[in-house]
Nanobody, 114 residues
Framework: QVQLAESGGGLVQPGGSLRLSCAASGSPFSITSMGWYRQAPGKQRELVATITSGGTENYADSVKGRFTISRDNAKNTVYLQMNSLKPEDTAVYYC????????WGQGTQVTVSS
């Protein structure tokens, strides 16, 4: 069973930065895609960014130029560097890892407020 350990959420002022991490362990299969999704209150979960094992990145239009996804394949860890945060970025952020099937993290709260 794959275990995902997320960290890095918190409260930040508009314009600030946060870095999320998600470490995967216990997978009997190679991890292909890794990514981040978010869900704001009253809204559906949406894609934020994904990255393949080869390093191909994909971003939601709303975060392009502000967020950067990266991964360390040796550590099975995916990161999300979030800069120039806006109040509309407030949400629970979920890590998703695909290793034969999809696995989701428990979520970490990101709140952008003054």
């Amino acid at each position: 069973q794959v275990q995902l350990a997320e960290s890095g959420g918190g409260l930040v002022q508009p314009g600030g930065s946060l870095r999320l991490s998600c470490a995967a362990s216990g997978s009997p299969f190679s991890i292909t895609s890794m990514g981040w999704y978010r869900q704001a209150p009253g809204k559906q979960r949406e894609l934020v960014a994904t990255i393949t094992s080869g390093g191909t990145e994909n971003y939601a239009d709303s975060v392009k130029g502000r967020f950067t996804i990266s991964r360390d394949n040796a550590k099975n860890t995916v990161y999300l560097q979030m800069n120039s945060l806006k109040p509309e970025d407030t949400a629970v952020y979920y890590c998703k890892v695909t290793a034969y099937r999809a696995y989701w993290g428990q979520g970490t709260q990101v709140t952008v407020s003054s």
